[in-house]
């Protein structure tokens, strides 16, 4: 049994729906961001940056628990796992680890600077919107280049790293995008919206989720509270 601690970001969808696609036996507890729920210690002994998701495998490695944080690591565990998502052959292997790399260290922060400044910054900074818009399309633009190549990012198979960037894709109007200008990426995306592990991914703490943030999770999330050591 994996219990996982998330929340229906991004990042936490990503795990879910990997979770839903290798038909792995799990747990979902939410850790509501907004209220703080990152911060208790017993969450920040199994994900030390506060961030979700986090997960522990009590059928870990040698049959032990086994706690994982960073959404990345989680998904490279969890194919391996399950002995999906994830090809054992070298070179479609790191393919696969590539564009995982690329969403890791582009992809998410890049759009996630785009959301933050297009629809949380308290005031309105061009230069910052401008910038990160722009590099959200550039973005679009290196994944539809290579889905105009290849059917999924790493190749003829779908694996992690189209379950890794497919929840960043979904707000593309939060981002200044439209999916229209990049046919090879919205041909990519339609089809893995239609997956229903997918769906069922999508639907996990869905419920909870609220609209938009109050001042407490403002603070939380982007003043005070977060930079507090613990």
């Known amino acids: 049994m994996i219990d996982v601690y998330s929340w229906p970001t991004p990042n936490g969808q990503k795990v879910h729906i990997a979770l839903e696609e290798l038909n792995l036996e799990y747990r979902v507890h ?15 002994r199994i994900s030390p940056n506060n961030k979700i998701p986090a997960m522990i495998d009590h059928d870990g ?6 706690s994982l944080f960073e959404s990345g690591a989680i998904l490279i565990y969890l194919a391996e796992k399950a002995g999906g998502l994830l090809p054992q052959e070298p070179t479609a292997r790191y393919r696969t ?3 995982l790399m690329f ?26 919107v401008n910038r990160y818009t722009n590099e959200a399309g550039r973005l679009y633009a290196v994944m539809d280049k290579r889905l105009g190549q290849s059917e999924y990012l790493a190749g003829p198979e779908y694996t992690v790293a189209d379950i890794a960037s497919f929840p960043w894709i ?3 109007e939060n981002q200044g995008q439209d999916l229209n200008d990049y046919p090879n990426l919205k041909r990519w995306f339609d089809a893995i919206a239609a997956r229903p592990a997918v769906q069922d991914g999508l639907e996990v703490l869905a419920d909870q989720r609220q609209s938009g943030f109050d001042e407490q999770a403002r603070r939380l999330l982007f003043g005070e509270g ?3 050591r613990r």
Do not use: C, S
Not at 30 to 44: A, H, R, S, T, Y
Not at 103 to 128: C, D, I, S, V, W
């Open 103 to 128: 969403q890791m260290g582009n992809l998410g922060p890049m759009l996630g600077q785009a959301h933050h400044f297009r629809k949380y910054a308290p005031e309105t900074l061009e230069y910052a």
């Open 97 to 99: 680890i590539e564009w």
């Open 30 to 44: 939410g850790v509501n961001i907004g209220k703080g729920d990152q911060f208790e210690p017993q969450f920040l």
């Open 170 to 172: 979904r707000p593309y």
């Open 61 to 66: 490695p040698g049959d032990e628990p086994f």
């Open 226 to 228: 977060q930079y507090q």
